[in-house]
T-cell receptor
């Protein structure tokens, strides 16, 4: 399996607190993605990156920001968590035209 | 932007029966198309992909899919279902230049003994 790890795997946080999820890949892939998975919606793209410091919004980017200071790391930040952001978050990495490799997911609960 | 519609959020088949999971896409450019499988509490694994060339694509575990441009479809099939095929399946589309991969809502496959 491709080396892509997410941390933490589980987190419970309170409404209004900032939260950062981390994604680390060892494949030197150019592209990295953050998705959220919710029942009935499949995976929805939050943000993606096409290189160091190069990021773009996906379809559900409101309330989220990302940063990529190194090829291997892609951070997702919820500036002020809300209950609607309770979800399972997946990170993925990819080289253009090839398959995307996914992390194991982070289950985030906002109470 | 691209989009994907998966017809049927739940599909149930008997063991040994044909599996057919439907996917239609929308894309303004020739797309890359993918099928992924997700087992409980795991990430997604690639089953197969279409980029260019042959429109009938074979993947792992006996699955295959056919790219039909005229129908904007990329349906997933398997001739004979096995109990271990029970999982959630996602179709995805990507613009080869933009690489912003978009997923369908998923189809949960149940296999009955």
């Amino acid at each position: 399996d491709a080396g892509i790890t997410q941390s933490p795997r589980h987190k419970v946080t309170e409404t209004g607190t900032p939260v950062t999820l981390r994604c680390h890949q060892t494949e030197n892939h150019r592209y990295m993605y953050w998705y959220r998975q919710d029942p009935g919606h499949g995976l929805r793209l939050i943000h993606y990156s096409y290189g160091v410091k190069d990021t773009d919004k996906g379809e559900v980017s409101d309330g989220y920001s990302v940063s990529r200071s190194k090829t291997e790391d892609f951070l997702l930040t919820l500036e002020s968590a809300t209950s609607s952001q309770t979800s399972v978050y997946f990170c993925a990495s990819q080289e253009q035209g090839y398959e995307a490799f996914f992390g194991q997911g982070t289950r985030l609960t906002v109470v | 932007a691209q989009s994907v519609t998966q017809l049927g959020s739940h599909v149930s088949v008997s063991e040994g029966a044909l599996v057919l999971l439907r996917c239609n896409y929308s894309s303004s450019v020739p797309p890359y198309l993918f099928w992924y499988v997700q087992y409980p509490n795991q990430g997604l694994q690639l089953l197969l992909k279409y980029t260019t060339g042959a429109t009938l694509v074979k993947g792992i575990n006996g699955f295959e899919a056919e790219f039909k441009k005229s129908e904007t479809s990329f349906h997933l099939t398997k001739p004979s279902a096995h109990m271990s095929d029970a999982a959630e399946y996602f179709c995805a589309v990507s613009d080869p230049q933009a690489n912003d991969m978009r997923f369908g809502a998923g189809t949960r496959l149940t296999v009955k003994p």
